[in-house]
Structures are given as C-alpha cells and as structure tokens.
C-alpha cells in the first residue's frame, strides 16, 4: 500500500512541555475525562471536501497544494483519496469521517454513470474503514451549475426532481456505510432577489424535500439523526436556513422538528453576527443540539474562512454547551476546516487538524473545570433565584396574572433597591482563573 505522508508517523500525545510540533500536547485520546475517554467526548471528524479536496483554490488565485493523490483515471484517484483519507485519520487518530456524494466520487455525464461511480467508491471506502467510523454523509446540491437557483429551492420543478434522486443516493450511501447523521446545508436554498422569487413555494417546497428524505431514509433503516446546518449567506445573498431560531421556526411551520436536529458551524454563527456559544445555546434549550462543524473565521473578515479552530475561549464555551446538552450522542465535531492558503504543503494538513485537536481537547478539560469549579454556574442560579418561590413560583406555576402582578407591585414600592449587579468582569476573570490553572 502507498504512502501519502512519508516521514510522518502516527501522532503521538506527547504532553504541554513537549517541542515536537508533530505530537498532541492536549489531547490524549484515551485519557479518561468526565469518566469517559477524550476520543469517546470529542468525537473528532475529518472533512473530506477540505482535506481531500481542498487545494487552496480561491476567488483570486489558482490552488496551492498538490490534493489530486493519484495519476490514472479519475475513479483510480477517488480510490486514491480513500487510501489516503485512511492514512490521515490513522495518524491523527480520528475516528470519524464526513462527505458530500460528490467528494468522493466525481460527477460523471449521467445521473445513472454518477450513481454507479458511488457504489464503486462506497464499496471501497466499506472495505478499507476498519474502525473509522461515517459521522454523517450529505449531498453536494450547489456546486454543480443545474442548481444555480438552488435545489430544494428551484423555482424549476425539474431540478427539484434531480435533487431529489442526488438526496435519495447520498442516503443510501450513508446507510450503506452505517452513518448516523444526515445533514442539509442549504448553500444556495435562499434568494438573491425578491423581484425573482416567490420565497412561500420555495421554503414550503423545501419542507417537502426534507419530509421526503426522512420517510425514506426510515424506510431503508437509518436510525440516525437528521441535521440541519444554519448559515445565513454564502453563496446566496439570503439563505432560509439563516440561523438556529430561524430554522426552528421553519421546522415547527412544517413538522419536522421532531426529526431534525441542528448542526452548528462556528464561522457560519459568526456570519450570522452570532457568538458560536449563542447558536449552541439556542439549540440546546430547544432540545435540538445535535453536531458540531468546527472551524473559526477572522473577526476582520466578513466571509467564511473556515480557519482550523484555535481560540480556546470559543472551544471551552462551545464544549461547556455540550457538556450542559449532554454530550454528543450521533454527532460530533467535525473540523469543516481547511488550512490557509499559504499553508500549502501536505505536512500542514498534520499541524492543522493537531492544532485544532488540541484546542478543543483543552476547551474540553477547561469547560469540565469551570462546571466543577461551579462558580459561574452557582452566580447564575442565584442570579435567578427570585423564581423559586413567592411572587417568582406563583408565575411560573400559572398562579399569577396582570391583576395579581398589579397588586403585588402596589405594595412592594419601587424594586430598583432589589437588583444585583450583573457583575459580568468578575464572572470572566473566574473564566481566565480557571483556564490559566488548568
Ligand atoms: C459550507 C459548509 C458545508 C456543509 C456541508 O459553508 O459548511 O461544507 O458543512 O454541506
Ligand atoms: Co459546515
């Protein structure tokens, strides 16, 4: 079997005080933490559209990195990405993986040729994963020039038709290969604008298309998670899947909130003028929590970036909603990250995915601090605890109503003397005391 990445073995934890640039200082896989081991609460997922595909191409410049992996005919090298997709995951000990249909096999001239094309590459991926695992598989229903105004979106019937079928194979690929998630990222499921666009038909005929890949998906047996990936723009102008709340009130509107989960990206948050924590935070308080894209844009760019995560405020905020979720249960977290452009050589696919290990193995260990230290939860539980009985119960239990309220207030006098300060520098200086003595 070919090597890809010769000279670089398996990526060993080495320790904090380590200088070895190709070993985890942080993250050890099976360290127990919150009595499970890190691999089993982190989940790491490798991207296969970045680290397979993603060549440094952008608006302004040809690719960088050399990602074709093979010489012959195109099936030759999907089968040559599969090899070395396997060797990347084996090295850095990541135990899950994510693909769009069209990331690992290449559209051919016909739907059926493109179809046979994925059994190929799913029969192949089957037989070499061993222990990896599919975190979740999607359909890549953007790219291709058929769905320049959208797919479950087209104002064309045709094309909604076509991405219907693209669905109906990504499913079943998935189920094929035992994953537990399906995402829908609706990249160009929005308007550019109104003038054009009869915006009703085309969010109800999404919810159509969504309906229609959950019966079916049952019906073959998948009895994973659905998710949906919030993003408010990017290609399109406008997205429907604008962000966490947007997209719960879409799913309520149409029944499908049962069924669907969310999966949130940290860049696409921050698109949406988000913090990531707030999108988690939502989800989680709606029961709807339920992957994670990693990655992190530049605060002085207004685009996706999709830059390997290294900020460990976002990381341990990101893993304290986690942890207060639950944990993960089919997802994961699933770097939708790819190195910069100027980081053009395979050996920095290694420093990027063991940067961002390591960041989300120390926001880990950092959330699971700050929940034992119990300060900042302790300060909010106060903060609230005018609701736990008199005046505070009686509304929560239903007992009170404006009459009530009226007559309470009457005789209370002015409250201002009873507010407490928010004391929000103190609270993030507990988070700094924390973080540092980790
Ligand atoms: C695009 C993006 C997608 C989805 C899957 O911004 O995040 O790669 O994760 O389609
Ligand atoms: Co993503």
């Not at 073995?9 to 005080?17: H, N």
């Not at 999607?138 to 909604?160: E, I, K, L, Q």
């Not at 063991?354 to 302790?378: Q, S, V």
Request: hydrophobic letters at 40%; glycine letters at 10%; one cysteine or more.
């Amino acid at each position: 079997m070919k090597e890809f990445f010769n000279g670089i073995g398996k990526i060993q934890y080495e320790g904090k005080e380590s200088k070895n640039d190709l070993a985890f200082k942080y993250y050890n896989p099976d360290e127990i933490v919150n009595g499970k081991p890190m691999c089993e609460n982190l989940r790491f997922a490798l991207s296969w559209w970045h680290t397979m595909g993603g060549d440094g191409t952008d608006m302004f410049g040809a690719g960088t990195t050399d990602k074709k992996w093979g010489e012959a005919d195109c099936m030759e090298i999907a089968k040559a990405k599969v090899d070395a997709a396997f060797e990347i995951m084996d090295k850095l000990s990541i135990d899950y993986f994510c693909f769009h249909d069209r990331d690992i096999a290449p559209e051919a001239d016909t739907l059926e040729e493109t179809n046979k094309r994925l059994d190929i590459i799913s029969d192949y991926i089957k037989e070499k994963m061993g222990n990896k695992k599919l975190l979740w598989g999607t359909a890549n229903c953007f790219n291709n020039p058929r769905y320049m105004h959208g797919a479950g979106t087209a104002p064309s019937a045709d094309v909604f038709a076509f991405a219907a079928a693209q669905i109906k194979k990504a499913i079943e690929i998935t189920v094929k290969l035992g994953g537990k998630g399906y995402v829908f990222w609706g990249g160009r499921e929005g308007y550019e604008t109104l003038l054009n666009t009869d915006m009703k038909l085309e969010q109800d005929n999404m919810a159509r298309l969504m309906r229609m890949a959950v019966d079916y998906a049952r019906s073959i047996g998948f009895d994973g998670d659905f998710y949906i990936e919030p993003k408010p723009k990017e290609p399109t102008k406008h997205q429907y899947d604008f962000d966490t709340a947007t997209v719960l009130g879409f799913l309520r509107k149409y029944g499908l909130d049962k069924d669907f989960k969310m999966n949130i990206e940290a860049n696409h948050a921050t698109l949406a003028q988000h913090t990531f924590q707030h999108e988690l935070r939502v989800a989680r308080d709606n029961g709807a929590f339920g992957s994670i894209d990693a990655n992190q844009g530049d605060p002085l760019l207004g685009w996706d970036t999709d830059q390997f995560p290294t900020n460990i405020y976002d990381a341990t905020f990101c893993m304290y909603e986690v942890i207060k979720a639950g944990g993960f249960t089919n997802g994961g977290l699933n770097f939708d990250s790819k190195a910069r452009r100027g980081s053009f050589t395979l050996e920095d696919i290694f420093h990027s995915y063991i940067a961002g290990m390591d960041t989300f193995a120390l926001g880990y260990k950092a959330a699971c601090k700050i929940i034992e230290d119990g300060r900042i939860d302790a300060f909010v539980a106060e903060r609230y605890s005018s609701w736990n009985s008199g005046i505070g119960a009686d509304i929560i239990n239903g007992k009170a109503d404006l009459a009530t309220l009226e007559k309470y207030a009457l005789e209370k006098g002015d409250v201002v003397d009873s507010l407490q300060s928010g004391r929000q520098e103190k609270l993030e200086a507990i988070v700094n005391n924390v973080l540092f003595t980790l």
